[in-house]
């Protein structure tokens, strides 16, 4: 069982859509919890982390974690054609540095 | 952007010989990490390095070795090069600040090697 699982997708929305992206994970260990962007041909960049439990909240982007279902989220409200890429969950444990990511989701949004 | 440069950007070579990928930063970041990433699995942690000569496996290490001699350059060697190698290879840095965990990882654009 991979440590970290995420649907591949692809997922198609139309502009100004709420997109949800999800990642289950099995290892209770992991604390924190980040989401990376990464578009065609490029290097990953990150989008947001959050620390255990939680919302946190960036402009038209907002994470989530639910530690006691291992599940986290990632919103996007008023999706923009710009959105169209590919988004990552990562997580780690609190003691070092080994992060594991998901497979990655494809998202495309049409104007 | 975080001053990461991977070199080469792109390498065709054939199987059986020896290939090294560079990685370079300069951030002064302590730790760098090398990932491969392919259509199904993601990105997976090869090597990383926690400082100067201090590197330590990760999942998939085998048939990859690394070195680290100076802060600022992690280079990523293919000792035989195999068609299982095949792959994009990211190379990334993050710097931990005393005890706390480092969270932010920034990402190189990439090494696109094709082994044949």
């Known amino acids: 069982q991979k440590e970290v699982e995420q649907d591949p997708g692809p997922l198609s929305v139309p502009e100004g859509a709420i997109v949800s992206l999800n990642c289950t994970y099995s290892n209770s260990a992991f604390q924190y919890f980040m989401w990376y962007r990464q578009y065609s041909r490029k290097g990953p960049e990150l989008l947001m982390y959050?620390?255990?439990?939680g919302n946190k909240e960036d402009g038209r982007f907002t994470a989530q974690v639910d530690k006691s279902s291992k599940y986290i989220s990632l919103f996007i409200r008023d999706s923009q054609p710009s959105d169209s890429a590919t988004y990552l969950c990562?997580?780690?444990?609190?003691?070092?540095?080994?992060?594991?990511f998901g497979t990655g989701t494809s998202l495309t949004v049409i104007p | 952007d975080a001053g990461i440069t991977q070199s080469p950007r792109h390498k065709v070579t054939e199987t059986g010989t020896p290939v090294t990928l560079r990685c370079h930063q300069t951030e002064n970041h302590r730790y760098m990490y090398w990932y491969r990433q392919d259509p199904g699995h993601g990105l997976r942690l090869i090597h990383y390095?926690?400082?100067?000569?201090?590197?330590d496996k990760g999942e998939v290490s085998d048939g990859y070795s690394v070195s680290r001699s100076k802060t600022e350059d992690f280079l990523l060697t293919l000792e035989s090069a195999t068609s299982s190698q095949t792959s994009v290879y990211f190379c990334?840095?993050?710097?931990?600040?005393?005890?706390?965990?480092?969270?932010?990882?920034?990402f190189g654009p990439g090494t696109r090697l094709t082994v044949t």
């Open positions: 390095s926690y400082g100067v000569k201090d590197t």
């Open positions: 990334a840095i993050s710097e931990s600040g005393g005890r706390a965990i480092s969270y932010e990882q920034y």
């Open positions: 959050t620390y255990s439990s």
């Open positions: 990562a997580m780690t444990r609190n003691t070092g540095n080994q992060f594991y």
